[in-house]
């Protein structure tokens, strides 16, 4: 091939790659009717999954964000046991020891309220759809090593997975604090047993932002036994840790993310986190932009903000929301930088490494 002839493909190569990579630009938002989504890539497609009903637990993959849209959902658990198959809520997706796990949280169906975080097993294959799921475990401690003020109280929801090198593997939820104020709580997690240990509080509802309670326009900080954290997700960058959670209530425009750090020491301990926030709240017409996670782009080398929003302006927690995603950004000391919510329906250049072929 002589030297003209190279320059001639290689330009032809641009341009197709130019048209190609225009045609795999998305728009936001990914997904209508869901709501506290988790998403992974694996064996080359992006499977998200979400609160999809209350029923069931469903994912839907897709080589690409833009086809995520009308991806034809997999039901992947549907549970017969009435003491835990009713409000199956905020699944989360996590290979754990090379193996898919799906965090949740459900209820009994003739128990209002009876809320507790669960752990489904899948199996070591290449991704999380097409696995078998078989029940887990409650991760709930013994009587006396939960929440509220006598430690009985079993509620809990929102469980994620994290690991901290040098320290441990932890389930983080969203639990009763000694005075039923909805906080965050940690404890130590067994990988093998599936066992928990006590429950640790390490984020409460403090702050003005994260008080505000009831509906809509409505809204109003409540001074007593107010507010509200839940949905935590473990964000990693180098050696740093953080914990990203929802505060306020979702049926609140007030519905925002904070952000907790890991400064060192015990991760039990509540002076191991400095809080943050509010880092990403409504904007540019998308309200309640919170119950977020985290993805990798395709290639390793970026980090996505995936989160849940309404167009109501009174914010909302049904079927109106819909997941959204944008990337993340840390600034120079490695903070995170969330920005704003973007508006609707403009195209976005995909994650690093979506292929084209």
């Known amino acids: 091939m002589n030297l003209y002839s190279l320059m001639t493909f290689l330009l032809q190569f641009r341009q197709i790659n130019q048209v190609n990579q225009q045609a795999l630009k998305f728009q936001n938002p990914l997904r209508n009717g869901t709501a506290d989504p988790s998403m992974v890539w694996a064996d080359g497609q992006y499977h998200l999954t979400y609160t999809s009903g209350g029923q069931h637990i469903e994912i839907t993959?897709?080589?690409?964000?833009?086809?995520?849209a009308q991806g034809?959902?997999?039901?992947?658990?549907e549970d017969s046991n009435s003491t835990r198959s009713a409000d199956i809520w905020a699944p989360e997706i996590h290979q754990i020891d090379d193996v898919w796990h799906i965090f949740y949280s459900s209820r009994d169906a003739n128990v209002i309220g009876s809320y507790r975080t669960r752990v489904l097993r899948g199996c070591n294959g290449t991704n999380p759809t097409d696995c078998e799921y078989t029940f887990g475990a409650d991760l709930v401690p013994p009587m006396g090593k939960r929440g509220g003020p006598d430690?009985?109280?079993a509620y809990s929801i929102d469980g994620t997975y994290m690991e901290i090198p040098g320290k441990g593997r932890y389930h983080v939820?969203?639990?009763r604090d000694e005075n039923n104020v909805q906080s965050l709580g940690i404890t130590n997690l067994?990988?093998?047993t599936w066992k928990v240990d006590q429950w640790h509080v390490i984020s409460r509802p403090d702050y003005e932002w994260e008080k505000y309670m009831g509906k809509g326009a409505g809204a109003q900080v409540l001074a007593v036994g107010a507010g509200l954290n839940e949905g935590p997700y473990a964000l990693y960058n180098g050696d740093d840790v953080w914990l990203s959670y929802s505060a306020s209530s979702c049926d609140t425009p007030q519905y925002a993310l904070g952000l907790l750090y890991y400064n060192g020491g015990d991760p039990l301990q509540a002076s191991s986190w400095n809080k943050t926030g509010p880092v990403f709240q409504s904007a540019n017409g998308n309200y309640g932009t919170a119950h977020n996670s985290f993805f990798k782009s395709p290639d390793g080398t970026q980090t996505w903000n995936l989160f849940h929003a309404t167009s109501n302006s009174k914010g909302g927690c049904g079927i109106?929301?819909?997941t959204m995603t944008q990337?993340?950004?840390f600034d120079d000391d490695g903070t995170p930088n969330f920005g704003q919510p973007q508006r609707l329906h403009p195209d976005?250049?995909?994650p690093s490494g979506e292929s084209w072929i």
Do not use: Q
């Open 320 to 322: 109106d929301r819909y």
């Open 151 to 153: 430690g009985k109280n």
């Open 327 to 329: 990337m993340l950004t």
């Open 348 to 350: 976005i250049t995909p």
């Open 72 to 77: 034809e959902p997999k039901v992947v658990w």
């Open 173 to 175: 939820m969203s639990m």
């Open 190 to 192: 067994n990988t093998t």
């Open 61 to 68: 993959r897709a080589s690409n964000l833009k086809d995520l």
